[in-house]
C-alpha cells in the first residue's frame, strides 16, 4: 500500500495545484475547455499519468465518446467525466460515465470539474450500479490531508502495482452494510452472548442478545433482520 511519504509528496502536490488553479476568481469562471487544461495538469503534474501514452481522450465507446480514460498495460482502469468548473456534479453526469464503464468493463469512475472530485466504483450486477467512495472540494485547504489518503491509491505507481482493488476491499468492509452483515453472524452473536453472562453473570439466550443487538442496529440505519442465522 502507499506509504506515508508517497501520501506527503501528494498532499504537497495538491496544495500546488490548489495554489495554482484555485484561489483565482477568474479560474473558478472558466468553461468546460478550459477546465481540461486543469484536469490535465491534474492527471499528469499530481497523479502522475503520462499524456498519450496513459491518458486517452475523447475515448470512442460504442459511438459516445468518454472525455479521458485511464489505461496503463493495455487494461482500462477510469473513466473521467469532466465538467466545466462552474457546474456542480451531479447524477446525470455519473449516469453517462455508467454507461460508459459498464460497456467498457472498466471499474472505476471520476467525476471532476477542476474543483470537485467523485470516485466511484462500478459494481457489476444485475442490474449494474455504483457506489460512491469518496467527494472532495480541493479548494478547501482543510481537506488536502483526507483527500491525499485516499487520491493517493489512485496515483500512477498504486495503479501499477494493483493496489485499487485493495483500496476498494478496504472501503467495502467497513461500509455499514459489511458491518451489519458481520455483526448478524453466529460467532459474533456468540461473542457477545459470552461477554454479557461475564459481565453479568446471566446466560442469555442466543435469540434475546440477537434481538438486542437488531435494535441497535435498525436504531442507525435501514438493517433487516436475517430470518436465520447460523
Known amino acids: 500500500m502507499a506509504t506515508e511519504h508517497q501520501r506527503v509528496q501528494l498532499e504537497k502536490r495538491l496544495r500546488e495545484y490548489r495554489k495554482k488553479y484555485l484561489t483565482k476568481k477568474a479560474n473558478l469562471e472558466l468553461d468546460e475547455s478550459a477546465t481540461r487544461l486543469m484536469v490535465n495538469y491534474f492527471l499528469t ?32 482502469h477510469f473513466v473521467i467525466e469532466v465538467k466545466s468548473i462552474q457546474i456542480d456534479l451531479n447524477d446525470r453526469h455519473l449516469r453517462q460515465s455508467t454507461s460508459y464503464a459498464a460497456n467498457e468493463g472498466i471499474d472505476w469512475i471520476l467525476l471532476f470539474n477542476g474543483k470537485q472530485i467523485q470516485l466511484y466504483r462500478v459494481i457489476f450486477a444485475k442490474p449494474i450500479s455504483v ?66 453472562k461475564k459481565s453479568s453473570g446471566i446466560n442469555f439466550d442466543q435469540s434475546d442478545v440477537l434481538d438486542a443487538v437488531h435494535e441497535l442496529v435498525v436504531n442507525s440505519c435501514d438493517a433487516v433482520k436475517p430470518k436465520n442465522l447460523k
Open 45 to 76: 503534474g499530481v497523479m502522475g499519468y503520462v499524456e498519450l501514452d496513459d491518458i486517452k481522450t475523447e475515448y470512442n465507446i460504442r459511438g459516445e465518446y468518454a472525455d479521458y480514460v485511464i489505461q496503463l498495460a493495455r487494461k482500462k
Open 131 to 196: 457506489h460512491k467512495v469518496f467527494d472532495f472540494d480541493l479548494s478547501d485547504l482543510g481537506s488536502m490531508k483526507s483527500a491525499a489518503e485516499h487520491l493517493v491509491h489512485l496515483t500512477k505507481p498504486a495503479v501499477t502495482k494493483g493496489e485499487m482493488e485493495m483500496y476498494w476491499k478496504r472501503f467495502d468492509a467497513l461500509t455499514p452494510s459489511s458491518l451489519v452483515k458481520t455483526i448478524y453472524t453466529a460467532d459474533v452473536i456468540k461473542a457477545i452472548r459470552l461477554k454479557l
